[in-house]
């Protein structure tokens, strides 16, 4: 699952990261990171908006409750806000907890936000613990909430039907009282109205659906892998802005251990040209890297699955060579435990075991010349392969340089040398 601001940084004051902003402007009270938690500065309510883009209309929000509020406080999530940042012109939905004393008593409200007054439209009752997560969800004109004991599996609280606010909108969260901490804030714009996203679910990370850009960059998402040259945005599609192979890592997060990253072909390129999917990289951008990469071409080589010992220092671990793929169809490369395993429109290609490298890591796309496009980029459970799409673009900055190199060959252990 991505998360949208894990809030592990230096303490700010008010929370910022490059993209928070107050909720209401000229509010007492101010929404803090401290120990990589985001707590309220006073006695009433403090409540932050997340600043680069909007989400949904159909979307889903949720956080962590890592320490709880205290008696009579709470804890907001807010979807499809419109006018944030005025005095007092907030529109859109939340659920709030408050904290009841007595055990099985706390609540949790949906309610709809007109010109900051609020209104509940639905109640329910649902005792909260430290660690515990709690949602929003809206799907069309149902407006959803959603509780997670621990280590337990969501459970939907109930809902309500309201069909005031129903475009696009801004997230946030909000903390009453200075007790309460909260954590992993998460956001997901469901892309189909489909099943419930919480647990386990997509992310598509990117879908390039923006103007022109060289470098890649997006919601400042990717960053170089510091060899060769780089990817770009042609037409809503991922290009390479060069001949040989662009590639950049997707530097918002990392995933995994057992994870699958996927990418739709938008356009074919000449034989031998090829895609990379990568995995579990480590020291990704520094010529340490370390982690797996497919790499498919429509050519004599087919499909194959490398470890890399060093970045661009390859050894081969399985090859498909009579495989061959198509426009339209989804790529994936999922890491589950010690198996590797390539996926075409969910059917399995090619697997392979390795257990070389075992931890978390970045993902990376990469393509070969430039008549290749792809789309659609993303990440989910291994195998999973969902009819519901979750769309989640993560927001964190990094610097984008990325440069690039040229293919591999057909061999055990190859080390890759850039090309001009």
């Not at 804890?75 to 005095?87: F, I, M, Y």
């Not at 990418?263 to 090829?274: E, F, I, K, M, R």
């Not at 430039?370 to 519901?388: N, Q, V």
Request: glycine share 12%.
């Amino acid at each position: 699952m991505a998360i949208l601001d894990d809030f592990n940084r230096i303490a700010e004051s008010p929370i910022t990261g490059l993209d928070w902003g107050k909720l209401i402007s000229g509010a007492s009270n101010n929404l803090n990171l401290a120990s990589n938690q985001v707590a309220c500065n006073g006695s009433s309510t403090g409540e932050s908006y997340w600043i680069p883009k909007t989400f949904g209309p159909d979307v889903e929000v949720f956080v962590t409750v890592a320490t709880l509020p205290g008696t009579g406080n709470a804890v907001r999530v807010h979807a499809r806000l419109q006018q944030p940042g005025g005095a007092g012109s907030q529109d859109g939905y939340q659920i709030r907890t408050n904290q009841v004393s007595g055990s099985a008593n706390d609540q949790v409200f949906i309610e709809r936000i007109d010109n900051n007054a609020i209104t509940t439209i639905a109640t329910f009752t649902q005792e909260l613990a430290t660690g515990d997560k709690v949602g929003i969800r809206c799907v069309g004109t149902t407006i959803e909430a959603w509780y997670k004991s621990g280590a337990g599996a969501w459970t939907k609280l109930g809902q309500a039907t309201d069909a005031t606010y129903s475009a696009d909108g801004y997230v946030g969260v909000g903390i009453r009282g200075t007790a309460g901490r909260i954590d992993d804030f998460s956001v997901g714009t469901i892309t189909d109205g489909g099943a419930s996203a919480f647990g386990a679910f997509a992310t598509l990370l990117d879908d390039f659906n923006r103007s022109n850009e060289t470098p890649l960059s997006g919601v400042r998402l990717w960053t170089s892998r510091g060899v060769g040259n780089q990817l770009a945005v042609n037409a809503n599609q991922c290009a390479a802005s060069n001949t040989a192979l662009n590639s950049d890592y997707y530097s918002a997060s990392s995933f995994g251990p057992d994870c699958e990253v996927y990418v739709t072909v938008a356009t074919l390129g000449p034989s031998g040209d090829y895609l990379r999917l990568y995995l579990r990289l480590a020291n990704p951008g520094s010529s340490t890297e370390t982690g797996y990469m497919m790499q498919w071409a429509n050519d004599a080589n087919g499909c194959r699955i490398f470890s890399e010992t060093a970045r661009e220092t390859f050894t081969l671990l399985a090859q498909a060579a009579s495989a061959t793929f198509s426009a339209g169809d989804e790529i994936a490369f999922a890491a589950s435990g010690s198996t590797l395993t390539v996926f075409q429109n969910g059917v399995a290609v090619l697997t392979v075991a390795d257990s070389t490298f075992s931890a978390a890591g970045f993902l990376a796309l990469g393509i070969d010349n430039l008549t290749m496009r792809l789309d659609d980029f993303g990440e989910r459970a291994p195998g999973s392969h969902p009819t519901s799409l979750i769309k989640t673009i993560l927001g964190i900055v990094y610097p984008s340089n990325v440069k690039t190199i040229e293919g591999i060959a057909q061999a055990s252990v190859k080390t890759v040398e850039g090309l001009a």
